[in-house]
């Protein structure tokens, strides 16, 4: 392992003013997608969607400083016989590849996930690697509700995600460590903070275990923020000063950055929050998004599965990826939501 070079991809996925567009949807999530859109979700169709994404000069170029791309994606060409690989890396982003392969029930926990795919999984990323990806991601699931998580739960989940980064550094990848509290369930804020605090808690002894260099990941985190049916919701300034103060609790100095998830935020909220935690200041890493859902609702509702809605949707998404792009430096205004170019 080179450790300076894992470092530097790293830095770069964290670059102020940059973030990560999360484009690796498995199939059943992306057809859940299409379905809210009336499209088909055909091999055609998700790599029409996926090019007009790609071929976005201004998006890529100025805010995107990487994209995880999803199995089928890697080893997609254009319609022209581009890889899609290939016009990322021309755009100046990096490509990255989610690994992981799902989730399965974990035993004697009812109602509790374990995310699978360690089996070969050296193989694999010697193969994605040879294709030009350059970082990794493994996303774990938690979710809260009477009685989970359980500590069984959080720990099967933290020991996957830290052999899935050792092995990611042993084959020259950037991993990104995601393990996601969700957010669906009625629980308020401080609840999500106890439960994330527990989650990064054990995810960084597991790390550190497993000799994970913290220098070489990137780590993705849901924010402290309320349940979406808890009654009180959290304001903006609260999500980000809890968020802060939780990550500054459990996430080393050494870890170079930090993207969020969206996790079923509105698109306004998320790019929000992000602002508003960097306009906080002072903070030992950086912070920046790896957004699916906030940077694509609106890009896939203008394209709508329409050679003729390609322009509407590369417009929607350079917007959004605008304005995230202003929120990882705590520049966004609400004003310039208005502003679409
Ligand atoms: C883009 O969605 C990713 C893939 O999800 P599935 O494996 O469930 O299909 C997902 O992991 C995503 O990268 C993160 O959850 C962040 O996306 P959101 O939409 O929460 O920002």
Same mark, same amino acid.
């Given at each position: 392992?080179?450790?300076a070079?894992?470092n530097?991809?790293?830095?770069?996925?964290?670059?102020p003013?940059?973030g990560?567009?999360a484009?690796?949807? &498995?199939?059943?999530?992306?057809?859940?997608?299409?379905?809210a859109?009336?499209v088909?979700s055909t091999?055609?169709?998700?790599?029409?969607?996926?090019?007009m994404?790609?071929?976005?000069?201004?998006?890529?170029?100025?805010y995107?400083s990487?994209?995880i791309l999803?199995?089928?994606?890697?080893?997609?060409?254009?319609?022209?016989?581009t890889?899609l690989v290939?016009?990322?890396?021309?755009?100046?982003? @990096?490509?990255?590849?989610k690994?992981?392969?799902?989730?399965?029930?974990?035993?004697q926990?009812p109602?509790?996930?374990?995310t699978?795919?360690?089996?070969?999984?050296?193989e694999?990323?010697?193969k994605?690697?040879?294709r030009g990806?350059?970082f990794?991601?493994?996303?774990?699931?938690?979710?809260?509700? &009477?009685?989970?998580?359980?500590?069984?739960? @959080? &720990?099967?989940?933290a020991?996957a995600l830290?052999?899935?980064?050792a092995?990611?550094?042993?084959a020259?990848?950037v991993p990104i460590?995601?393990p996601?509290?969700?957010?669906d369930?009625d629980?308020?804020?401080?609840?999500?903070?106890d439960?994330t605090?527990?989650?990064?808690?054990?995810?960084?002894?597991?790390?550190?275990?497993q000799?994970?260099?913290?220098e070489g990941?990137?780590?993705?985190?849901n924010?402290a923020?309320?349940?979406?049916?808890?009654? %009180?919701q959290?304001?903006?300034?609260?999500?980000?000063?809890?968020?802060?103060?939780?990550l %500054? #609790?459990?996430?080393?100095?050494?870890?170079?950055?930090?993207?969020?998830?969206?996790?079923?935020?509105?698109?306004?909220e998320?790019?929000?929050?992000?602002?508003?935690?960097?306009? @906080?200041?002072?903070l030992p890493?950086?912070?920046?998004?790896s957004y699916?859902?906030?940077?694509? #609702?609106?890009?896939? %509702?203008?394209?709508?599965?329409?050679?003729?809605?390609?322009a509407?949707g590369?417009?929607?998404?350079?917007?959004?990826?605008r304005?995230?792009?202003?929120?990882?430096?705590g520049?966004?205004e609400t004003g310039?939501?208005?502003?679409?170019?």
């Amino acid at each position: 392992m080179n450790l300076a070079d894992l470092n530097k991809v790293a830095l770069a996925m964290v670059t102020p003013g940059k973030g990560i567009l999360a484009a690796d949807e &498995s199939s059943g999530t992306i057809k859940k997608r299409f379905d809210a859109i009336k499209v088909e979700s055909t091999e055609e169709n998700r790599r029409d969607y996926r090019e007009m994404l790609f071929r976005s000069t201004e998006a890529m170029s100025k805010y995107v400083s990487g994209v995880i791309l999803y199995d089928e994606t890697i080893w997609q060409n254009a319609k022209d016989g581009t890889p899609l690989v290939k016009l990322i890396e021309q755009s100046g982003a @990096i490509p990255g590849i989610k690994v992981d392969e799902g989730t399965q029930a974990l035993p004697q926990c009812p109602g509790e996930l374990v995310t699978v795919g360690l089996d070969k999984l050296a193989e694999r990323l010697k193969k994605y690697y040879e294709r030009g990806a350059r970082f990794a991601k493994w996303r774990a699931v938690i979710d809260i509700g &009477s009685g989970i998580p359980t500590m069984t739960a @959080i &720990s099967v989940n933290a020991h996957a995600l830290a052999r899935y980064a050792a092995l990611c550094q042993a084959a020259q990848i950037v991993p990104i460590v995601e393990p996601e509290v969700l957010m669906d369930g009625d629980h308020d804020i401080d609840r999500c903070y106890d439960v994330t605090q527990r989650v990064l808690n054990k995810t960084f002894q597991e790390l550190r275990v497993q000799r994970v260099e913290l220098e070489g990941m990137v780590l993705k985190p849901n924010m402290a923020i309320s349940g979406k049916k808890c009654a %009180k919701q959290a304001s903006v300034d609260e999500v980000a000063e809890k968020t802060v103060r939780l990550l %500054k #609790a459990c996430v080393p100095a050494a870890v170079p950055g930090i993207a969020f998830l969206s996790g079923g935020q509105s698109d306004e909220e998320a790019t929000a929050h992000l602002d508003a935690m960097n306009r @906080i200041g002072n903070l030992p890493w950086k912070l920046t998004f790896s957004y699916g859902r906030a940077l694509q #609702a609106a890009p896939q %509702k203008a394209w709508s599965g329409k050679a003729e809605n390609v322009a509407a949707g590369q417009r929607a998404f350079t917007h959004r990826a605008r304005m995230n792009a202003l929120a990882s430096k705590g520049e966004w205004e609400t004003g310039l939501e208005k502003k679409v170019a």
